[in-house]
């Protein structure tokens, strides 16, 4: 099976050049003027745009026990249609993927879907109760890249730093959901104005930054690394900094719905779909968001794709659960950075693809180079598109941008060199 | 203003001061029914009210209810404590489904802020927030402005101090909504526990001194502290809290001879107000509750005569 | 809708004239003055009662009690009108069970506020008997209603608009026909 993409702009970290691109057995073969080959297929992408399959260190799949949310399946779809061809799923699940069966099993029915690599993050205490380590060897040998209790922080200080110390000898990422709980306690929006205008039940941005220093301090101390889940503040960002600076082997990410909202977009209708956690911040943290993406004190952009049911996000904006999709917007959101001249092109294929690959040490993809997977995004930066509920491929329809106009999407997804995703106008699910 | 268009009642931080002032004028008049001999108006004859108060409360909707029944509403009450999720419904469906006997009014109390506001975007009927959340208490706010114009005059230039549990209270908000549309001052008093990090961005200045609050204040509003404050930690003991928050026989000397001090009740007298105070207070605390039906009577009229649209919020 | 001045019909000096009518014409009918009340109906009315109260009070040297209604909330029209109309005072202060009551407005058209003046009034009690005293009388009623006293009799087209001003809200004391606008 060979394929040539002809003629696409070819994104790198480094550089845009325009090539074209031989790939055979799912490996990219070789990147030339004009390559001829009459026993390949030709996929014409002039004009376009080729970008690194994209690497999602932050999914939820609600996979096993939520299949009513998603499922391997639907979210496979969803992803191949955001250009991801990489993506992690996290452990809160019911029950939690703590052991080696749960997340082989993951690993096998994605692999039997065949659409993406998907790695099920393990997670860092059994049955994320932070109480008890999990098997972190076990995890390993099913495929976990990395381990997290997302959806809660591990509280007990002396627990993460076992995890910490532990974790190195399998080589495991630790992920931290940073989120101090007795501070967040039954809070649902920003702390704020907002707040103290609208009397809502608050987190305030502490919440996060007095969690972000304790695991900063904690990977200082240990010479452990870790990363830092969906980052969302401000003085979040002020912490990494200083810690990069120190030579404190952090790496963070954020999300499209940090850098894309803030509390102004909630304050017009309260709708359920924008309630997350950690909360959308304000503008200056917004601000702070985008700056850190360009500077790189935030390595990666992360979707942090949480479906939830129509009825999990009916009702008012304290009975709504938390969480938005993002797997299937991520692009067109972060190409906004681009056409704000925020960050260019080269960037966004970092922090989409080769940042991730770098964090999670996976060497074969995150960049398009001769002998690297045929992993690829071929996109289209100016095509208009409306987000609409029947387009999504996700099994739910939770986002604040249902409805909203997009400019640039992901023409074709390729997967070890195989078209698993072609838009069409009417978008087939 | 001549006519009245506004479909909701959600909250004061949302309503033009001519609109505050055309439910008070309205309210001036529906006073006088209460002193009549036959205590009722046939205004909302063959009018829904449905009161669904999903949190405990029986003044507001005692005084809901009465209102819309002397103006010859049907009145229907739905009280649910605790969340209706919990029996698997969401207020949606609780709406939904009284909304079939042809409700025209629906008087909301939620402990979720802006609960009203959301019903507010899925139903046809108008809804009056009796309480949502910390957010606003319009209706309680309307009838302290009432009270305010009817006893000094006006609503203009005034020191309006809220002391007590700021943190907590919608009454709080509400008021300070209302009385700053009139160019009156509003202070907070209250131990920094009880005052939001962010309170500054509203119109209103802030103290934790009782004495800066009270000298020279036309109008004092003390808000009820509710006992369980203490065990969340906001303070160490009421009777500290009572030391340097309750207003009492000594402090209240800073006060101006035509002073108000009004609560939205009921008091905890010696935590709020010092007891040996009662019988100066209590008659308007009691004058408060009968200007309050005044006031619903005057919101569910305005609201459920004529055709409405909606005003931007 | 719009409208224009077709004529004025009566001038300061003849409504001056005519509400002494009226005064003289209820002294007339209840000698007893001491039995009499006056409740003048928002917002006209109110000051046409305030009017013929003074005059009673010039020939006989008694102040007849005056009361203020507005029968807005007795309208049979409520659910149909545009916006909701402001609410103005009522006023009754006095104990009108033992009282013969003078109703009080400025134009008697179809019947239907004094209809709810007539309800309203019998929320505050029970007159010994209700009459009803109007400026003018412009006809085409649409209920058995009568009045007592009347000011002036005229005779309208059901397109026109009679407008009663006074000064003490309008500056001016005098009565004009308006016509619709057709233009």
């Known amino acids: ?429 | 203003m001549s006519e009245w268009s506004r479909k909701h009642l959600l909250g004061l931080s949302e309503m033009s001061k001519e609109e505050i002032e055309a439910i008070l004028d309205s309210a001036k008049a529906f006073k006088e029914i209460s002193k009549r001999q036959v205590k009722k108006v046939p205004a909302l004859r063959g009018k829904t009210v449905v009161n669904l108060f999903f949190e405990a409360s029986t003044r507001t909707k005692t005084s809901f209810e009465l209102a819309a029944k002397r103006l010859s509403a049907d009145v229907v009450n739905f009280s649910s404590k605790g969340s209706s999720l919990e029996k698997g419904e969401t207020i949606l469906d609780t709406l939904r489904n009284l909304e079939a006997y042809s409700v025209d009014i629906f008087v909301i109390r939620h402990n979720h802020s802006k609960a009203p506001f959301y019903l507010s975007t899925r139903t046809q009927a108008s809804v009056i927030n009796a309480g949502d959340g910390l957010n606003e208490h319009p209706t309680q706010a309307l009838l302290d402005m009432f009270t305010v114009r009817e006893r000094l005059g006006k609503l203009k230039g005034l020191k309006v101090a809220i002391v007590g549990d700021i943190l907590h209270s919608r009454v709080a908000r509400s008021n300070i909504w209302g009385f700053s549309k009139f160019s009156s001052q509003v202070w907070v008093c209250a131990p920094p526990t009880l005052i939001p990090k962010y309170y500054s961005c509203l119109p209103v200045k802030i103290t934790y001194s009782l004495k800066e609050a009270l000298s020279g204040a036309d109008v004092v509003i003390m808000l009820r502290v509710q006992k369980e404050r203490q065990s969340q930690m906001f303070f160490p003991s009421q009777r500290e809290y009572s030391e340097f928050f309750s207003l009492n026989e000594e402090n209240a000397k800073l006060l101006k001879e035509h002073s108000l001090v009004m609560h939205p009740g009921p008091v905890n007298w010696d935590v709020e107000i010092a007891s040996c105070l009662k019988e100066k207070v209590q008659n308007l605390i009691l004058e408060q509750v009968n200007n309050g039906l005044a006031v619903r009577m005057a919101v569910l009229y305005l609201l459920s005569i004529g055709k409405k649209y909606e005003v931007g919020s | ?183």
């Open chain 3, 1 to 183: 809708m719009e409208y224009k001045e077709k004529s004025k019909i009566i001038d300061s000096q003849e409504i001056c004239r005519a509400l002494k009518r009226l005064a003289h014409q209820i002294l007339e009918k209840n000698p007893n003055p001491a039995n009499l009340a006056l409740i003048g109906i928002q917002r006209r009315g109110v000051f046409l009662a305030k009017r013929i109260q003074d005059i009673i009070s010039h020939i006989k040297h008694v102040d007849v009690p005056l009361g203020v209604i507005d029968i807005t909330l007795y309208r049979d029209d409520l659910t149909a009108v545009g916006p909701a109309p402001l609410v103005r005072q009522t006023q009754i202060e006095f104990d009108i069970s033992t009282k013969v009551v003078v109703l009080v407005d400025d134009v008697l058209y179809t019947g239907r506020t004094i209809r709810c003046a007539l309800d309203e009034i019998m929320d505050f009690g029970r007159p010994k008997r209700i009459e009803l005293a109007v400026l003018i009388d412009r006809g085409h009623r649409e209920l058995p209603i009568r009045a007592d006293f009347v000011g002036k009799n005229i005779p309208t087209a059901s397109s026109e608009v009679v407008e009663v001003k006074v000064q003490e809200l309008d500056g001016k004391d005098e009565v004009v026909i308006l016509e619709k606008n057709n233009e």
């Open chain 1, 1 to 429: 099976m060979k394929l040539v993409v002809k003629g696409a702009r070819i994104v790198s970290p480094s550089e845009i050049a325009e090539n074209d691109i031989l790939i055979e057995n799912g490996l990219i073969k070789k990147i030339a003027k004009d390559i001829k080959d009459p026993s390949a297929k030709t996929l014409d992408a002039r004009g376009k745009y080729a970008l690194p399959g994209f690497i999602d260190m932050h999914t939820h799949l609600r996979t096993p026990g939520r299949e009513d949310e998603e499922t391997i399946e639907t979210g496979s779809r969803a992803a191949v249609k955001g250009g991801f061809t990489t993506i992690l799923c996290m452990p809160n699940t019911e029950p939690a993927i703590d052991n080696y069966e749960i997340a082989l099993r993951i690993r096998k029915e994605a692999e039997k879907i065949g659409l993406l690599d998907i790695f099920p993050v393990g997670a860092i205490t059994k049955q994320r109760q932070g109480k008890e380590l999990s098997e972190f060897g076990q995890l390993k040998k099913a495929g976990c890249l990395a381990l997290s209790d997302d959806g809660s922080p591990v509280e007990d200080p002396s627990l993460l730093r076992k995890a910490l110390e532990y974790a190195k000898l399998f080589d495991l990422l630790i992920i931290s959901h940073c989120e101090d709980l007795s501070l967040s306690g039954g809070g649902i929006l920003r702390e704020s104005e907002l707040t103290a205008k609208s009397g809502f039940s608050y987190i305030p941005e502490i919440a996060e930054s007095v969690i972000v220093a304790r695991e900063i301090e904690l990977a200082r101390f240990l010479e452990a690394k870790i990363h830092l889940a969906h980052i969302s503040t401000n003085r979040s960002i002020e912490l990494i900094k200083r810690a990069k600076k120190d030579a404190i082997r952090v790496s963070a990410e954020s999300c499209p719905h940090y850098f894309s909202l803030s509390l102004e977009d909630i304050a017009k209708n309260f709708d359920s779909n924008y309630k997350v956690n950690p909360p959308i911040g304000t503008k200056e943290d917004r601000q702070a968001i985008c700056k850190a993406l360009a500077s790189d004190i935030i390595d990666c952009i992360a979707t942090d794709h949480a479906p939830h049911t129509f009825l999990e996000k009916e009702g008012t904006f304290y009975e709504a659960a938390f969480g938005m999709i993002g797997l299937e917007t991520a692009f067109a959101l972060s190409l906004r950075l681009v056409k704000e001249r925020i960050i260019n092109l080269e960037k966004l294929a970092d922090k989409l693809s080769y940042a991730p690959s770098r964090i999670l040490g996976l060497s074969d993809r995150g960049l398009i180079e001769e002998g690297r997977r045929a992993d690829i995004a071929i996109v289209d930066l100016d095509k208009t598109w409306t987000l609409t509920e029947e387009k999504i491929s996700s099994k739910s329809k939770n986002t604040p941008f249902l409805n909203q106009a997009f400019e640039g999407c992901v023409e074709y997804t390729l997967y070890k060199g195989k078209i698993v995703y072609k838009y069409t106008d009417d978008h087939i699910r």
